[in-house]
């Protein structure tokens, strides 16, 4: 790893600079911000190389597998971020949603918030409503007589399997992430070069 900036190449430093330009575009809209641990305080410099190696990884797998970006902090702030820009964000706002709501043990709670999910996504003409068949929609609305942690979980894979099947080929060949998946490929190089090009300290 390159210690200093002076022995960090410059080529390095102008890549890093500009691959954290490039996930700007996606982040600087996205009301995750302030959810993707280290990214918007992340600082490119010599000492940071191990840490742009892992974002570049992670970057590069969001094109891997659908589980992969879902699973990502920066890949779901990308990803919603890219999904405002075409005013299809409801989908995936309604699963992180029912992510969140899987993790309530309080029963009182549990009912609450599934008929605030159901208001918002479900119902129709709800303000965010999700593109669902009115059979799914009609036994969402059952599921909620009795709420549990599985009640929207019918509704949730078919956004998710129209999400997979859909929005996300459009996001992978959006020219932002495509260029910043090229941007994540060299700064890895880079980090790469700079770790065979680190001067030996005996």
């Known amino acids: 790893m390159c210690r200093t900036l002076a022995t960090f190449p410059t080529t390095c430093l102008e890549r890093a600079k500009e691959f954290k330009t490039r996930l700007g575009i996606f982040?600087?809209?996205?009301?995750?911000?302030?959810?993707?641990?280290?990214?918007?305080?992340?600082?490119?410099?010599?000492?940071?190389?191990?840490?742009?190696?892992?974002?570049?990884?992670d970057v590069l797998g969001w094109k891997e597998s659908f589980d992969l970006l879902l699973s990502s902090k920066n890949g779901v702030a990308a990803f919603r971020a890219f999904l405002k820009t075409e005013f299809s964000e409801e989908n995936l706002e309604f699963w992180l949603a029912c992510e969140e709501f899987k993790k309530i043990r309080s029963a009182?709670?549990?009912v609450s918030r599934a008929q605030r999910i159901f208001d918002e996504f479900i119902r129709s003409e709800a303000p965010k409503e999700v593109n669902i068949d009115h059979e799914t929609r009609e036994l969402t609305r059952t599921n909620l007589q009795t709420a549990t942690a599985m009640c929207f979980d019918v509704a949730q894979g078919k956004t998710r399997t129209?999400?997979?099947?859909?929005?996300?080929?459009?996001?992978?060949?959006?020219?932002?992430?495509?260029?910043?998946?090229?941007?994540?490929?060299?700064?890895?190089?880079?980090t790469s070069t700079c770790s065979l090009a680190e001067p030996s300290h005996t």
């Open 162 to 190: 129209l999400m997979e099947k859909d929005s996300y080929p459009r996001f992978l060949r959006s020219p932002a992430y495509r260029d910043l998946a090229a941007q994540a490929l060299a700064s890895s190089t880079s």
């Open 108 to 110: 009182s709670k549990l």
């Open 27 to 57: 982040l600087h809209k996205s009301e995750l911000g302030s959810d993707t641990g280290s990214v918007g305080k992340f600082e490119w410099g010599s000492k940071h190389s191990k840490e742009s190696r892992i974002f570049s990884e």
